[in-house]
Structures are given as C-alpha cells and as structure tokens.
C-alpha cells in the first residue's frame, strides 16, 4: 500500500512529539544547571547557557518545520506547482550554463599562437 501525501505529511508529527520533548529536556536541563552552580568556583555556567541556546534553537527549528507542514497540508496543490517550477528552472539553468561552458572552450581553442 502506497501513503498518501498527507499520510507522509502527517507523520512529521512524530518527529515534532520528539524535538518539543528534546527541547524542553535541554532548556530546562540548561537552566536547572545553571542554578546548581550559583555560588559555586569554577561556575561552568557558560556550559549551561550552551545547552539552553541548543533547546531554544532545537524549538525554533520545530516551529519552521511545522509552519511547512501546515502550509503543505493546506496548499499541496500550490506547493506541488511550485516545487515542480523550481525543478524545471534548476534543469534549464543547469542546461544553459552546460553549453555556455562549451561554446567558451571552443572560442578558446581556435585561437592562433
């Protein structure tokens, strides 16, 4: 059996469950050490404020993913048509650049010493 589009779409939600778990595990890890070590020589809490940067970014990464999923989910139809414009581009400017590269050794090969 073949998934659908918004089966394959549906199961980022998967991996969304598991960075919101990891982001929170890391920014409340990163500030729980942050405050066992108050008062404390060498602090090392520049480590913990690392491990918070991590768990913040790991959350922004997971709204991006999600804003994209919704957006596929909702527009698929939009989505597919610009997705497969950007392909098509890629190809003709990937082609033309080919033979621009050809013609410039040809130029360069007929010259006389």
Same mark, same amino acid.
């Given at each position: ?60 990464? @997971?709204?991006? !993913?999600? +804003? /994209?999923?919704?957006? &596929? #989910? ?9 997705? =497969? @414009?950007?392909? !098509?581009? +890629? /190809?003709?400017?990937? &082609? #033309? ?9 040809? =130029? ?6």
């Amino acid at each position: 059996m073949i998934p659908t589009t918004t089966q394959v779409l549906a199961f980022f939600n998967l991996f969304t469950g598991i960075m919101l778990s990891l982001s929170l595990v890391l920014f409340i890890g990163g500030f729980i050490g942050y405050l066992v070590r108050l008062g404390t020589w060498p602090t090392y809490r520049e480590e913990a404020v690392e491990v918070m940067k991590w768990g913040v970014s790991i959350l922004f990464t @997971l709204v991006l !993913i999600l +804003a /994209v999923q919704q957006f &596929l #989910l909702r527009h698929l139809m939009v989505a597919v048509t610009i997705g =497969a @414009l950007l392909i !098509i581009s +890629a /190809v003709i400017w990937v &082609l #033309l650049a080919d033979s621009g590269d050809k013609s410039e050794n040809r =130029a360069v090969g007929n010259r006389r010493p």
